[in-house]
């Protein structure tokens, strides 16, 4: 499996973002794509996931209203809309994916994109 996320970058406060992720590989149709974050010296956190087959989703309470995961079957990619950013949403994001159930837990995860940086300024 191979993931390739890219379009993170530098935006103000109140500004948006979309990443999107790439996956290759495998068939995904059983499997959970997860967004995490990882701010530096911090443990990196659960941001959001999606269930490839039911479209089911879970977010962490601190992005619900601001951000939006969602996927494109055709294309093997998962989106995730940021908006209204905060400087704290400052971290590197990394997609990631698994078979089996949502998990908010980055260790359940086996697959990993390289992480794209997000910074945003106040």
């Known amino acids: 499996v191979q993931l390739q996320a890219c379009g993170g970058g530098l935006v103000q406060a109140g500004g948006s973002l979309r990443l999107s992720c790439a996956a290759s590989?495998?068939?995904?149709?059983?499997?959970?794509m997860g967004w995490f974050r990882q701010a530096p010296g911090k443990e990196r956190e659960f941001v959001a996931a999606?269930?490839?087959?039911?479209?089911?989703?879970s977010y962490t309470d601190g992005v619900k209203g601001r951000f939006t995961i969602s996927r494109d079957s055709a294309k093997n990619t998962v989106y995730l809309q940021m908006n209204s950013l905060k400087p704290e949403d400052t971290a590197d994001y990394y997609c990631?994916?698994?078979?089996?159930?949502?998990?908010?837990?980055?260790?359940?995860?086996?697959?990993w994109g390289q992480g794209t940086q997000v910074t945003v300024s106040s």
């Open positions: 990631a994916t698994k078979s089996g159930y949502r998990s908010r837990d980055y260790r359940d995860y086996p697959y």
């Open positions: 590989g495998r068939t995904f149709s059983t499997y959970v």
């Open positions: 999606i269930n490839w087959s039911s479209g089911t989703i």
